[in-house]
């Protein structure tokens, strides 16, 4: 009952920053909890971040944390991801997904969420 759609993906040199956006439509999308994930190629769709439908909680994978920054504004049904300090591990193809009913514990299972966006695609490349 929701779409996401990514965008703010390109290209960034290591150390630079890049805002990812995430445009949800759906009239439950204030209650969802959203999450980050990315996928490199050849390799598994990882945990990113993830932030609690009020935004009150926010989760971070020990590579990213420090690093990346994830918000929301239930009234403009946005959320980001701030990504500084970037490096070439970065490099991925990164999703937006929403949660219909977050369990509290589990924010970081690919099968957690119920949504996703098509993707957009984060090179950290010099």
């Known amino acids: 009952q929701v779409q996401l759609v990514e965008s703010g993906g390109g290209l960034v040199p290591p150390g630079g920053s890049l805002r990812l956006s995430c445009e949800a439509s759906?009239?439950?999308?204030?209650?969802?909890?959203m999450g980050w994930f990315r996928q490199a190629p050849g390799k598994e769709r990882e945990f990113v971040a993830a932030?609690?439908?009020?935004?009150?909680?926010?989760y971070y994978a020990d590579s990213v944390k420090g690093r990346f920054t994830i918000s929301r504004d239930n009234a403009k049904n946005m959320v980001w991801l701030q990504m500084n300090s970037l490096k070439p591990e970065d490099t991925a193809v990164y999703y937006c997904?929403?949660?219909?009913?977050?369990?509290?514990?589990?924010?970081?299972?690919?099968?957690?969420?119920?949504?996703w966006g098509q993707g957009t695609q984060v090179t950290v490349s010099s």
């Open positions: 997904a929403a949660d219909r009913m977050p369990r509290g514990s589990t924010w970081y299972l690919l099968d957690e969420y119920d949504y």
């Open positions: 759906g009239r439950t999308f204030s209650s969802y909890a």
């Open positions: 932030i609690t439908w009020n935004g009150g909680g926010t």
